[in-house]
C-alpha cells in the first residue's frame, strides 16, 4: 500500500508556471506506474499525465497538455512531478496524483491509490 500527498498548488498568472510534487509513503515507490489527474466541480475526473514502473522515459500525457506539461519521478525521493509550463485558466483543477500497478494506464479506473489533491487556479 502507498500513501500519496500532493503539494505545490496556488494561484498562478496565465502563462505562467507551477510544479507539482507528491511524495509516496510506504513501500516500493518504484514497482507504481504514477498519474496526476484533475478535477473541476461537475465534471468528471480528468487524465493529465502518465509516468511508467519501468522507465521514467515512458510519459504520456493528454493533448490538452501535451508540449506544456512534463511528469517526472525520483525514485529516491518517492516523489513524482507534474511541471506545468504555459498557464491557461482552463487549467484550473484541483490535481491529483494516483499510483497503479499497472504499466500504462489512462482510466481512473486503472489506479490503485489516490492522494486528496492540491488546488491550482490559473488567472487571465
Do not use: H
Not at 509516496?24 to 473541476?40: I, K, P, V
Amino acid at each position: 500500500q502507498v500513501q500519496l500527498v500532493e503539494s505545490g498548488g496556488g494561484l498562478v498568472q496565465a502563462g505562467g508556471s507551477q510544479r507539482l510534487s507528491c511524495a509516496a509513503s510506504g513501500r516500493s515507490f518504484s514497482s507504481y506506474t504514477m498519474g496526476w489527474f484533475r478535477q473541476t466541480p461537475g465534471k468528471e475526473r480528468e487524465f493529465v499525465a502518465g509516468i511508467s514502473k519501468w522507465s521514467s522515459a515512458n510519459t504520456y500525457f493528454a493533448d490538452s497538455v501535451k508540449g506544456r506539461f512534463t511528469i517526472s519521478r525520483d525514485n529516491a525521493k518517492n516523489t513524482v512531478y507534474l511541471q506545468m509550463n504555459s498557464l491557461k485558466p482552463e487549467d484550473t483543477a484541483v490535481y491529483l496524483c494516483a499510483a497503479t500497478y499497472g504499466s500504462y494506464a489512462k482510466r481512473e479506473v486503472e489506479y490503485d491509490y489516490w492522494g486528496q489533491g492540491t488546488q491550482v487556479t490559473v488567472s487571465s
